[in-house]
Structure formats: structure tokens, C-alpha cells
């Protein structure tokens, strides 16, 4: 396997930065670099992360779990092996349901794994879920800690002179509290020790888990002398995303669907300051091209002050809905006939350079 220098990476990209990054736009509109610039490297590693800084988005994401040693680390699932090799190094510690859990592996075990690109399993054989994307196994990357990728970001704020904000997702905390482990405060522990207490702090901190989010809301963050911005991430009931543990331990989904129905906003505003829905919860896959059908989810949220910041924008093909021509077209569409406030794209440059466009004529 070829090994790649990290410190060489993060220079290299910084280098060629002039090439790509727009001057930032002056428009209101922001763009979040989804898991970093993910269309281009392997999700969520550094290196992901600083060539998605360098394209100059408003904000990086950063999903979070925990370790079994209490450490937090950045990964999109709150398992391992969709983009590691933890099934090669230690293949005796799945669970029953097959699954290779973070929680279950000290941090020193999992600065052991590679990360690669994700894939799933077919016919006993790794396929990647996104085949133009950076290939499989190239190189060797390596799971962050949360740690870690602040100090990169806030680093680079201080020696590039920007102001590029993070935007972490607190992943599972149902799962995380049933295991015996308060994610939540310490997530919002370590954004305190950098320094990101206040609503004017540049962070967004975001869950699907409603009942965590009002948690953090009203217990939390008052305990802590803290009050960030809160996002309130939507989806549906029969994804089974958020779960509900009942009294004898069994496990039913969280319903969603209230969130949807009249007065749904207005409620998910006590408690946040924006929402992260899937793009079809903002336009209708019925509309057609020349005939947008809008949901009225970004109406509803704009009239009770809320953000909207709709998930996620690739350019892979077969990842344009019908009713767009180009990605160019698609971001038209949510930015301008929709009037979000921002997109969680895989490609950050192409956003910020659409953005850049318009603001520039």
C-alpha cells in the first residue's frame, strides 16, 4: 500500500488553494463542505478536511462518536467497517449483528485502522458506493479525533487569516446514552475548551435525536454557561435514524412525523435555531423541469426564524434529480426558487464558485 505524508497532503492542497477558492461571496447564503471535500478524498480525514478548507466553504462538518475510552472521534457512522479495514485487524470483535462498533475499540486501536473510501459488501467483495471517487485503498488515511480536526481548522484560520466554522452532528446519542456514554456533554465540552460558547460563535451544532436536542437546549448548555447555535436534523420515521428505548430496553423508532404536519416548526423552534432537511423534504421529487413543486418546509421555518441548510448536494452521476439540468441548475434551484440558507455538498468548490458567480454580477 502506498503511504501518504499528512503534513505533505495538507501542504499541497493549501498550495494549489489559488487555483480553486473563490474570493467568498458577500451574499448570505453559505455552503457546509460535507464531511469535508468527500467527493475528492476519502470522507472525514484530514486530508479531506484541508482540501475542503481550502476551497474556502463557510463551514466543515464533522460527524462525531465515541470510543470506548471515552474519546471522541470523527466518523459518519457509529460503526467502523463500511470505511476501515477493522475487519482485516480484528476480525473476532463484530458484534451479533455483524457490525464493527467504535464505541467497542479503544482510540490507540482505532489510529490502527486505514480508512478508505466507503463500500458495501456484494457477493462477499468490497464495491464502492461512489465508483468515480478517490479509489479504494490508495494511500493511507486515518480516523481523526475531534481534537485533531479543530485544532487544523482553527490553525489555518490563523495562518490564512480566514473564519471557516465547523459544524459537528453529534451521531446517535440514543445509541451512545443506552451504552452507558453522555456524548453530548462531551461534544460540548471540547467545543468549550476551543472556545465555542456563544450564539456569535462560529459553529453549528447538529443531531437528528429531538429529544437530545432539547436536552442540550435546556440542561446542558445552561449547566456549562454555553449557548451555540442548535440545528435540528430532519428525517423520516422508517429510516430508524433516531430510536426510542422503551422500558424493557427494546428499541422502537422515534416518529418524526409531527415535525412535518402543521405547528411541527413552530415547536422545533423552541429549541433550535435551524433545520437540516433531506433535499426532497424541500423540493418534491415530483417537480419537473420549468415546474418546481415546493414543499413549504423552508416557508414554515423561515416564519419562526430558523435556517435552513438541506442535505446533501452531490455531483456524481445520477445524483442530479430530473427537474435540474446540471448541479449548477440544482443549486439555483434550492438557493434561489427555494431561498434555503445554505447546502451540505460532498463538493464544496463547486458551491462556493456557483455562489461566487452570482454574487459577481
Known amino acids: 500500500m502506498k503511504k501518504i505524508c499528512l503534513a505533505a497532503a495538507i501542504a499541497s492542497t493549501l498550495l494549489a488553494a489559488p ?116 479509489p479504494m485503498w490508495q494511500s493511507d488515511f486515518k480516523v481523526p479525533t475531534f481534537e485533531e480536526e479543530i485544532e487544523m481548522i482553527q490553525g489555518l484560520n490563523k495562518s490564512l487569516g480566514y473564519d471557516i466554522g465547523i459544524y459537528p452532528e453529534i451521531k446517535a446519542p440514543w445509541f451512545h446514552r443506552h451504552e452507558g456514554k453522555d456524548i453530548s456533554k462531551a461534544v460540548l465540552k471540547v ?63 422515534y416518529s418524526y412525523d409531527w415535525m412535518f404536519a402543521k405547528g411541527g416548526m413552530e415547536k422545533v423552534a423552541k429549541y433550535a435555531d435551524g433545520v437540516g432537511p433531506w433535499k426532497p423534504m424541500v423540493v418534491s421529487d415530483q417537480s419537473t423541469k420549468g415546474n418546481i413543486k415546493l414543499t413549504g418546509l423552508v416557508k414554515a421555518a423561515h416564519e419562526q426564524g430558523m435556517q435552513v441548510h438541506p442535505y446533501t448536494f452531490r455531483a456524481d452521476t ?35 464558485g456557483y455562489l461566487s458567480s452570482k454574487d459577481s454580477k
Open 191 to 253: 467545543l468549550k475548551d476551543y472556545g465555542y460558547t456563544s450564539k456569535d460563535s462560529n459553529v453549528f451544532l447538529q443531531t437528528f435525536d429531538f429529544n437530545e436536542l432539547k436536552r442540550i437546549h435546556d440542561e446542558l448548555m445552561p449547566a456549562m454557561g454555553m449557548d451555540v447555535k442548535l440545528v435540528q436534523l430532519l428525517a423520516y420515521t422508517d429510516w430508524n435514524e433516531t430510536m426510542v428505548y422503551d422500558g424493557k430496553g427494546q428499541a422502537q423508532p
Open 318 to 352: 445520477g445524483r442530479i434529480p430530473a427537474y435540474a439540468n446540471d448541479f449548477n441548475d440544482m443549486l439555483d434551484i434550492f438557493y434561489n426558487t427555494a431561498n434555503v440558507d445554505g447546502v451540505f455538498t460532498d463538493f464544496p468548490d463547486k458551491a462556493v
Open 19 to 134: 487555483a480553486f477558492a473563490q474570493s467568498a461571496p458577500d451574499s448570505d447564503k453559505i455552503v457546509v463542505a460535507h464531511r469535508g471535500a468527500s467527493g475528492y478524498l476519502p470522507e472525514h480525514t484530514l486530508p479531506a478536511k484541508a482540501m475542503a478548507y481550502a476551497m474556502k466553504p463557510d463551514y466543515i462538518e464533522q460527524d462525531v462518536v465515541m470510543t470506548k475510552d471515552d474519546r471522541l472521534v470523527v466518523l459518519h457512522d457509529h460503526y467502523l467497517d463500511r470505511v476501515t479495514n477493522v475487519a482485516q485487524l480484528f476480525p473476532d470483535r463484530a458484534r451479533d449483528d455483524g457490525r464493527y462498533y467504535a464505541i467497542d475499540f479503544t482510540l490507540p486501536e482505532i489510529k490502527q485502522l486505514s480508512v478508505t473510501e466507503g463500500f458495501n459488501i456484494k457477493d462477499g467483495k468490497q464495491v464502492q458506493g461512489f465508483p468515480e471517487r478517490y
